[in-house]
């Protein structure tokens, strides 16, 4: 197990805090030396081992207290929120690490906690999102972005979260239509059975998905942006609140929008990227 508070003995050296498990189980010096050594060339720490912890830094805190779990050669590791004490580079640096080290040893099963979406959406084979007492969804990273079973999985995965709006079925078929509270209108490739019109449901659209709507065309939110975060590559425009809204609209566009603030926009979605929930839960099937 790697703890979050990485759990190092501070008057043992590195060196000693990687070989101490198996000195108490009494296992050869050749195979101790020979499992410190292993563990240490791949998480980079041959330069440290005869440091104490009070003279790294705290990624290389991290990478003791795992490669103490990797000398005795688990079938399973349990990570419990390893980045949480670092900053944000070196949270950076360790999941990269982390990555590295998954891919090094393909054989071994890793389970990891975490309340931080990036490091799971980038280090998981398969999530497991607890919400409630219980499980939400079980997948793929990619399938829990594209295909949420809920509302908790839509707006937990991917950041900003999922904007959701209320509105009413108008329209049902292979495609289906919804008139929102706000006064926009929404098509969604969700397909609805006909006794789901007039239902209520919260239309879910993801920020990066939502797009400027010129002219006179169809529009699935209208309003004046609040406030712009500026970051670069993308554009976060966020919304000031309708009292029909749950939340502010926030959209995400690709490249530099300085001249939004203020500015009264519509926005709009390809309907294959609007997510239906009705009762907290997707209607696609």
Known sequence: ???????LYPHMTV???MSFALELAKKPR??????????????QLDPYLDRLPKALSGGQR?????????????????????????????????????????EAMPERTMIYVTHDQVEAMTLASRIVVLANRGIAQ?????????????????QFIGSPAMNLL??????????????????????SAVSTPADALDRRVNVGVRPEDLRLSEGTARYLHAGRVDITEALGEVTLLYFAAT????????????????????RN???????????????GESLRR
């Open 1 to 7: 197990m790697v703890f979050q508070s990485y759990a």
């Open 15 to 17: 060196r000693k805090n």
């Open 30 to 43: 050749a195979d101790i030396d020979a499992a410190v050594a292993k563990a240490a060339a791949i998480l």
């Open 62 to 102: 991290q990478r003791v207290a795992i490669g103490r779990a990797i000398v005795r050669d688990p079938k399973v590791f349990l990570f419990d929120e390893p980045l949480s004490n670092l900053d944000a580079a070196l949270r950076v640096a360790t999941r990269i690490e982390i990555a590295r080290l998954k």
């Open 138 to 154: 079980v997948g793929a990273p990619l399938e829990l972005y594209e295909r949420p079973r809920n509302e908790f999985v839509a």
């Open 166 to 187: 209320p509105g009413r079925i108008t329209a049902t078929g292979a495609s289906t239509r919804i008139a929102l509270d706000g006064g926009g209108e929404a098509e």
């Open 243 to 262: 009292p029909e809204e749950q939340s502010g609209v926030v959209a995400k566009l690709p490249g530099i929008h300085a001249d939004l603030r203020n």
């Open 265 to 279: 926009c519509r926005l709009t979605a390809d309907p294959q990227k609007v997510h239906l929930f009705a009762d």
